[in-house]
């Protein structure tokens, strides 16, 4: 059984910065892509950005693009989301997973997920 553990979220203010962490507890951390999504509240869930397996193909949404950027670790079982030029509007659950079916940017694909971290951004 895969887990995932995020952490990182908190409160800050608008333009701050925030760093989240998701570890597995997955051999081969390094063959899985893995992603990071939010849902806030009323709102479905959305993705945020994806990494591949070894670090060279990312992806992110429009919304984050050019202010959130993922990294990996392999060594450490750890993928990162570097949060800057935080708005009002990226308050939301963050949550990372992970798909064991290669290539995705669609939240169905991603198989296991962790439990979740607050981010708050006051304006």
């Known amino acids: 059984q895969v887990q995932l553990v995020e952490s990182g979220g908190g409160l800050v203010q608008a333009g701050g910065s925030l760093r989240l962490s998701c570890v597995a507890s997955v051999r081969t951390f390094s063959i899985y892509v893995m992603g990071w999504f939010r849902q806030a509240p009323g709102k479905e869930r959305e993705i945020v950005g994806a990494i591949s397996g070894g670090g060279g193909r990312t992806f992110y949404a429009d919304s984050v693009k050019g202010r959130f950027m993922i990294s990996r670790d392999n060594a450490k079982n750890t993928v990162y989301l570097q949060m800057n030029s935080l708005k009002a509007e990226d308050t939301a659950v963050y949550y990372c997973?992970?798909?064991?079916?290669?290539?995705?940017?669609?939240?169905?694909?991603?198989?296991?997920w962790g439990q979740g971290t607050q981010v708050t951004v006051s304006s």
């Open positions: 997973a992970q798909t064991a079916t290669g290539w995705s940017t669609d939240a169905s694909r991603y198989t296991y």
